[in-house]
Protein backbone atom coordinates (compact mmCIF):
# COMPACT_ATOMS: atom_id res chain seq x y z
CA UNK A 1 0.00 0.00 0.00
CA UNK A 2 1.33 3.53 -1.12
CA UNK A 3 1.91 5.36 2.46
CA UNK A 4 -0.28 8.28 1.89
CA UNK A 5 1.11 9.87 4.88
CA UNK A 6 4.90 10.40 2.96
CA UNK A 7 2.71 11.18 -0.11
CA UNK A 8 1.01 13.86 1.18
CA UNK A 9 -0.27 16.14 -2.02
CA UNK A 10 -0.75 19.88 -1.48
CA UNK A 11 -2.23 22.77 -2.80
CA UNK A 12 -2.07 26.74 -1.31
CA UNK A 13 -1.15 24.78 2.21
CA UNK A 14 -3.54 22.94 2.77
CA UNK A 15 -3.12 18.66 2.34
CA UNK A 16 -5.50 16.29 0.13
CA UNK A 17 -5.49 12.38 0.22
CA UNK A 18 -7.14 12.69 -3.55
CA UNK A 19 -4.80 13.61 -6.47
CA UNK A 20 -8.15 13.90 -8.66
CA UNK A 21 -9.79 17.29 -9.35
CA UNK A 22 -13.34 16.58 -10.68
CA UNK A 23 -15.35 19.20 -12.34
CA UNK A 24 -19.36 19.60 -11.61
CA UNK A 25 -21.09 19.79 -15.11
CA UNK A 26 -22.23 18.06 -17.86
CA UNK A 27 -24.16 15.66 -15.52
CA UNK A 28 -27.68 14.52 -16.06
CA UNK A 29 -28.95 16.28 -12.89
CA UNK A 30 -27.30 16.90 -9.35
CA UNK A 31 -27.67 13.52 -8.01
CA UNK A 32 -25.73 11.98 -10.58
CA UNK A 33 -23.62 14.88 -10.34
CA UNK A 34 -23.17 14.14 -6.53
CA UNK A 35 -22.65 10.49 -6.84
CA UNK A 36 -19.92 10.68 -9.62
CA UNK A 37 -18.39 13.11 -7.21
CA UNK A 38 -18.49 10.45 -4.22
CA UNK A 39 -17.42 7.47 -6.46
CA UNK A 40 -14.55 9.17 -7.83
CA UNK A 41 -12.88 10.68 -4.27
CA UNK A 42 -12.13 13.81 -5.16
CA UNK A 43 -11.90 16.57 -2.83
CA UNK A 44 -11.98 19.33 -5.28
CA UNK A 45 -14.70 20.09 -7.52
CA UNK A 46 -14.76 22.85 -9.79
CA UNK A 47 -17.59 25.07 -10.42
CA UNK A 48 -18.51 27.26 -12.82
CA UNK A 49 -19.93 30.96 -12.15
CA UNK A 50 -23.30 32.38 -14.15
CA UNK A 51 -25.87 34.76 -13.87
CA UNK A 52 -28.84 34.61 -11.62
CA UNK A 53 -31.83 32.41 -13.26
CA UNK A 54 -34.57 35.19 -12.66
CA UNK A 55 -38.14 33.86 -12.93
CA UNK A 56 -36.53 30.27 -12.12
CA UNK A 57 -38.98 28.38 -9.44
CA UNK A 58 -37.37 29.37 -6.33
CA UNK A 59 -37.56 26.18 -4.73
CA UNK A 60 -35.80 24.28 -7.16
CA UNK A 61 -31.63 22.74 -5.98
CA UNK A 62 -28.78 24.13 -6.62
CA UNK A 63 -25.60 23.05 -6.94
CA UNK A 64 -24.53 24.15 -3.26
CA UNK A 65 -27.19 21.91 -1.93
CA UNK A 66 -26.05 18.91 -3.97
CA UNK A 67 -22.85 19.69 -2.88
CA UNK A 68 -22.12 21.43 0.54
CA UNK A 69 -19.09 23.74 0.20
CA UNK A 70 -18.53 22.86 3.78
CA UNK A 71 -17.54 19.17 2.18
CA UNK A 72 -15.92 19.57 -0.91
CA UNK A 73 -13.47 22.50 -1.81
CA UNK A 74 -14.31 24.23 -4.43
CA UNK A 75 -12.61 25.52 -7.29
CA UNK A 76 -14.55 27.91 -9.06
CA UNK A 77 -12.92 28.64 -12.62
CA UNK A 78 -13.81 31.13 -15.16
CA UNK A 79 -14.91 28.71 -18.15
CA UNK A 80 -16.17 31.06 -21.41
CA UNK A 81 -13.95 34.33 -20.46
CA UNK A 82 -11.60 35.40 -23.27
CA UNK A 83 -9.93 38.43 -21.46
CA UNK A 84 -8.22 38.82 -17.86
CA UNK A 85 -10.60 41.36 -17.41
CA UNK A 86 -13.67 39.47 -17.64
CA UNK A 87 -11.83 36.20 -15.79
CA UNK A 88 -10.88 38.56 -12.75
CA UNK A 89 -14.31 40.16 -12.29
CA UNK A 90 -15.97 36.16 -12.50
CA UNK A 91 -13.35 35.30 -9.65
CA UNK A 92 -13.87 38.31 -7.02
CA UNK A 93 -18.12 37.52 -7.88
CA UNK A 94 -17.04 34.06 -6.73
CA UNK A 95 -15.14 35.19 -3.84
CA UNK A 96 -18.03 37.28 -2.98
CA UNK A 97 -20.63 34.34 -3.42
CA UNK A 98 -18.22 31.97 -1.79
CA UNK A 99 -17.66 33.75 1.37
CA UNK A 100 -13.81 34.81 0.97
CA UNK A 101 -13.12 31.90 -0.84
CA UNK A 102 -9.09 31.91 -2.21
CA UNK A 103 -8.36 29.03 -4.04
CA UNK A 104 -8.97 29.34 -7.88
CA UNK A 105 -8.80 27.78 -11.52
CA UNK A 106 -8.03 30.68 -13.80
CA UNK A 107 -8.45 30.03 -17.93
CA UNK A 108 -8.73 32.13 -20.70
CA UNK A 109 -9.87 30.71 -23.34
CA UNK A 110 -8.74 32.21 -26.65
CA UNK A 111 -10.98 30.68 -29.17
CA UNK A 112 -14.15 29.30 -29.23
CA UNK A 113 -13.91 25.97 -31.10
CA UNK A 114 -10.34 24.75 -29.71
CA UNK A 115 -11.39 26.48 -26.05
CA UNK A 116 -7.17 26.76 -26.23
CA UNK A 117 -5.68 29.33 -23.45
CA UNK A 118 -4.84 32.76 -24.67
CA UNK A 119 -1.38 32.36 -22.98
CA UNK A 120 -1.37 36.50 -23.13
CA UNK A 121 -4.15 37.17 -21.31
CA UNK A 122 -4.15 34.49 -18.95
CA UNK A 123 -1.05 35.50 -17.39
CA UNK A 124 -1.75 39.38 -17.47
CA UNK A 125 -5.25 38.26 -15.17
CA UNK A 126 -2.32 35.41 -12.91
CA UNK A 127 -0.46 38.93 -11.99
CA UNK A 128 -3.60 40.69 -10.84
CA UNK A 129 -5.20 37.54 -9.10
CA UNK A 130 -2.42 36.93 -7.42
CA UNK A 131 -1.70 40.33 -6.51
CA UNK A 132 -5.07 40.31 -5.12
CA UNK A 133 -4.52 37.74 -2.75
CA UNK A 134 -5.94 34.36 -4.64
CA UNK A 135 -4.71 31.38 -4.63
CA UNK A 136 -4.39 30.74 -8.24
CA UNK A 137 -4.25 27.11 -9.95
CA UNK A 138 -3.61 28.35 -13.79
CA UNK A 139 -4.98 26.19 -17.13
CA UNK A 140 -2.60 26.75 -19.48
CA UNK A 141 -0.83 25.37 -22.85
CA UNK A 142 1.86 22.88 -22.39
CA UNK A 143 4.82 25.08 -23.16
CA UNK A 144 7.29 24.90 -20.51
CA UNK A 145 8.37 28.41 -20.83
CA UNK A 146 4.84 30.07 -20.02
CA UNK A 147 4.60 27.29 -17.24
CA UNK A 148 7.63 28.54 -15.76
CA UNK A 149 6.40 32.34 -15.81
CA UNK A 150 3.24 31.58 -14.38
CA UNK A 151 5.03 29.85 -11.61
CA UNK A 152 7.28 32.87 -10.94
CA UNK A 153 3.98 35.42 -10.87
CA UNK A 154 3.03 33.17 -7.74
CA UNK A 155 0.41 30.89 -9.21
CA UNK A 156 0.02 27.73 -6.46
CA UNK A 157 -0.58 25.10 -9.25
CA UNK A 158 0.27 24.85 -13.29
CA UNK A 159 -2.64 23.08 -15.17
CA UNK A 160 -0.90 22.41 -18.86
CA UNK A 161 -3.72 20.16 -20.92
CA UNK A 162 -3.26 17.04 -22.06
CA UNK A 163 -5.20 18.38 -25.21
CA UNK A 164 -8.08 19.72 -25.97
CA UNK A 165 -10.95 20.43 -23.59
CA UNK A 166 -13.13 18.06 -23.47
CA UNK A 167 -11.84 16.24 -27.15
CA UNK A 168 -11.18 13.22 -24.55
CA UNK A 169 -7.97 12.97 -26.88
CA UNK A 170 -5.66 11.89 -24.11
CA UNK A 171 -1.76 12.30 -23.59
CA UNK A 172 -0.62 14.23 -27.18
CA UNK A 173 2.56 15.29 -25.56
CA UNK A 174 4.23 13.80 -22.91
CA UNK A 175 7.34 15.19 -23.17
CA UNK A 176 6.44 18.53 -22.86
CA UNK A 177 4.30 17.90 -19.64
CA UNK A 178 7.40 16.01 -18.57
CA UNK A 179 9.66 19.10 -19.20
CA UNK A 180 6.88 21.44 -17.22
CA UNK A 181 6.93 18.68 -14.33
CA UNK A 182 10.79 18.35 -14.28
CA UNK A 183 11.27 22.07 -13.49
CA UNK A 184 8.17 23.48 -11.43
CA UNK A 185 8.17 23.78 -7.73
CA UNK A 186 4.77 23.76 -7.26
CA UNK A 187 2.32 20.93 -7.70
CA UNK A 188 1.38 20.10 -11.57
CA UNK A 189 -1.56 18.80 -12.40
CA UNK A 190 -3.26 17.57 -16.35
CA UNK A 191 -6.63 19.75 -16.76
CA UNK A 192 -8.43 18.65 -19.92
CA UNK A 193 -8.32 15.79 -22.67
CA UNK A 194 -8.07 12.82 -20.79
CA UNK A 195 -10.15 10.57 -22.31
CA UNK A 196 -10.46 7.53 -20.24
CA UNK A 197 -8.63 5.51 -17.13
CA UNK A 198 -5.70 4.70 -18.56
CA UNK A 199 -5.02 8.33 -20.22
CA UNK A 200 -5.00 9.22 -16.19
CA UNK A 201 -2.22 6.33 -15.21
CA UNK A 202 -0.33 7.57 -18.20
CA UNK A 203 -0.30 11.02 -16.70
CA UNK A 204 0.37 10.48 -12.99
CA UNK A 205 2.98 7.77 -14.55
CA UNK A 206 4.74 11.25 -15.90
CA UNK A 207 4.99 12.40 -12.80
CA UNK A 208 2.46 15.03 -12.78
CA UNK A 209 0.88 15.79 -8.99
CA UNK A 210 -2.78 15.27 -10.33
CA UNK A 211 -5.22 15.50 -12.92
CA UNK A 212 -8.08 17.55 -13.63
CA UNK A 213 -11.24 16.06 -15.45
CA UNK A 214 -14.85 16.31 -16.25
CA UNK A 215 -16.09 15.18 -19.62
CA UNK A 216 -14.20 12.03 -19.18
CA UNK A 217 -16.68 11.36 -16.12
CA UNK A 218 -20.16 13.15 -17.34
CA UNK A 219 -20.02 11.93 -20.83
CA UNK A 220 -18.95 8.29 -20.02
CA UNK A 221 -21.86 5.89 -20.36
CA UNK A 222 -21.91 5.24 -17.02
CA UNK A 223 -20.36 8.03 -15.12
CA UNK A 224 -20.06 6.80 -11.87
CA UNK A 225 -18.53 3.40 -12.70
CA UNK A 226 -16.19 5.69 -14.66
CA UNK A 227 -15.63 7.89 -12.01
CA UNK A 228 -14.32 4.63 -10.14
CA UNK A 229 -12.01 3.98 -12.63
CA UNK A 230 -10.65 7.56 -12.94
CA UNK A 231 -9.60 7.07 -9.05
CA UNK A 232 -8.25 3.84 -9.34
CA UNK A 233 -6.23 5.53 -12.21
CA UNK A 234 -5.23 8.13 -10.72
CA UNK A 235 -3.76 5.92 -7.45
CA UNK A 236 -2.55 3.27 -9.67
CA UNK A 237 -0.43 5.72 -11.96
CA UNK A 238 1.01 7.58 -8.83
CA UNK A 239 2.11 4.14 -7.01
CA UNK A 240 3.62 3.25 -10.60
CA UNK A 241 5.73 6.49 -10.92
CA UNK A 242 6.78 6.73 -7.26
CA UNK A 243 7.54 2.28 -7.64
CA UNK A 244 10.14 3.68 -10.56
CA UNK A 245 9.80 2.01 -13.49
CA UNK A 246 11.53 -0.87 -15.17
CA UNK A 247 14.08 0.71 -18.35
CA UNK A 248 12.36 0.24 -21.65
CA UNK A 249 15.35 -2.13 -23.37
CA UNK A 250 15.13 -1.97 -27.31
CA UNK A 251 15.30 -5.05 -29.34
CA UNK A 252 16.84 -6.87 -26.53
CA UNK A 253 14.82 -9.38 -24.04
CA UNK A 254 15.21 -10.19 -20.63
CA UNK A 255 14.48 -13.41 -19.08
CA UNK A 256 12.54 -13.51 -15.30
CA UNK A 257 13.35 -17.47 -14.72
CA UNK A 258 16.88 -18.41 -14.28
CA UNK A 259 18.89 -19.33 -17.37
CA UNK A 260 20.82 -21.89 -15.29
CA UNK A 261 19.45 -25.29 -14.19
CA UNK A 262 17.95 -26.13 -17.32
CA UNK A 263 16.74 -29.74 -17.73
CA UNK A 264 18.87 -31.35 -20.31
CA UNK A 265 17.43 -31.15 -23.97
CA UNK A 266 16.70 -35.12 -25.24
CA UNK B 1 -40.90 54.06 -10.95
CA UNK B 2 -37.22 52.93 -11.53
CA UNK B 3 -35.58 50.81 -13.98
CA UNK B 4 -32.81 48.72 -13.45
CA UNK B 5 -30.83 46.30 -15.83
CA UNK B 6 -30.56 42.81 -14.04
CA UNK B 7 -28.14 40.50 -15.63
CA UNK B 8 -28.83 41.90 -18.99
CA UNK B 9 -32.85 42.49 -18.72
CA UNK B 10 -35.14 45.71 -17.77
CA UNK B 11 -36.81 45.07 -15.00
CA UNK B 12 -38.85 47.89 -13.61
CA UNK B 13 -40.27 48.29 -9.38
CA UNK B 14 -42.58 50.92 -7.95
CA UNK B 15 -39.95 52.86 -6.13
CA UNK B 16 -36.09 53.01 -4.96
CA UNK B 17 -35.43 50.00 -2.57
CA UNK B 18 -32.63 48.55 -1.35
CA UNK B 19 -30.73 45.26 -2.47
CA UNK B 20 -32.60 43.30 0.30
CA UNK B 21 -35.89 44.10 -0.82
CA UNK B 22 -34.91 43.47 -4.26
CA UNK B 23 -34.08 40.34 -3.51
CA UNK B 24 -36.96 39.42 -1.66
CA UNK B 25 -39.06 40.74 -4.63
CA UNK B 26 -37.09 38.87 -7.17
CA UNK B 27 -37.95 35.59 -5.07
CA UNK B 28 -34.42 35.01 -4.46
CA UNK B 29 -34.44 34.76 -0.92
CA UNK B 30 -32.14 32.41 1.05
CA UNK B 31 -30.20 31.50 -2.50
CA UNK B 32 -26.70 31.73 -2.35
CA UNK B 33 -25.65 34.70 -4.85
CA UNK B 34 -23.13 37.57 -5.14
CA UNK B 35 -23.93 40.99 -7.00
CA UNK B 36 -22.13 43.21 -8.85
CA UNK B 37 -23.88 47.12 -9.14
CA UNK B 38 -22.00 49.17 -11.70
CA UNK B 39 -18.79 46.99 -12.08
CA UNK B 40 -18.46 47.16 -8.31
CA UNK B 41 -19.13 44.25 -5.56
CA UNK B 42 -22.16 44.68 -3.18
CA UNK B 43 -20.36 42.62 -0.10
CA UNK B 44 -23.56 40.51 1.43
CA UNK B 45 -23.26 42.89 4.78
CA UNK B 46 -24.25 45.74 2.78
CA UNK B 47 -27.69 44.70 1.08
CA UNK B 48 -29.62 46.29 3.61
CA UNK B 49 -28.37 49.65 3.19
CA UNK B 50 -27.36 49.85 -0.72
CA UNK B 51 -30.86 51.91 -2.21
CA UNK B 52 -30.67 51.06 -5.24
CA UNK B 53 -31.03 53.85 -8.32
CA UNK B 54 -32.64 54.15 -11.74
CA UNK B 55 -30.43 53.24 -14.46
CA UNK B 56 -28.46 51.24 -12.01
CA UNK B 57 -26.84 47.71 -13.84
CA UNK B 58 -26.91 44.85 -11.64
CA UNK B 59 -25.29 41.24 -12.26
CA UNK B 60 -26.21 38.75 -10.26
CA UNK B 61 -24.29 35.14 -10.38
CA UNK B 62 -24.46 31.74 -9.22
CA UNK B 63 -22.13 28.69 -8.75
CA UNK B 64 -23.07 25.84 -11.64
CA UNK B 65 -21.95 22.61 -12.48
CA UNK B 66 -19.01 23.10 -15.02
CA UNK B 67 -15.29 22.20 -14.93
Not at chain 1, 120 to 146: H, N, Q, W
Not at chain 1, 220 to 236: N, S
Request: charged share 20%; net charge negative.
Amino acid sequence: MMNTVNDAFQIAGKTYQSRLIVGTGKYKDFAQTRAAVDESGAEIVTVAIRRVNIGQDASQPSLLDALPPSQYTYLPNTAGCYNAEDAVRTLRLARELLDGHKLVKLEVLGDPNTLYPNVRETLKAAETLVKDGFDVMVYTSDDPIIAKELEQIGCCAIMPLASLIGSGMGILNPWNLRLIIDSANVPVLIDAGVGTASDAAVAMELGCDGILMNTAIAGAQDPIRMARAMKLAVQAGRDAFLAGRVPRKLYSADPSSPTSGLIAAK
Amino acid sequence: MIQLSINGAAREFAESLSIAQMIVELELTGKRIAIERNGEIVPKSQYEQTILQNGDVLEMVVAVGGG
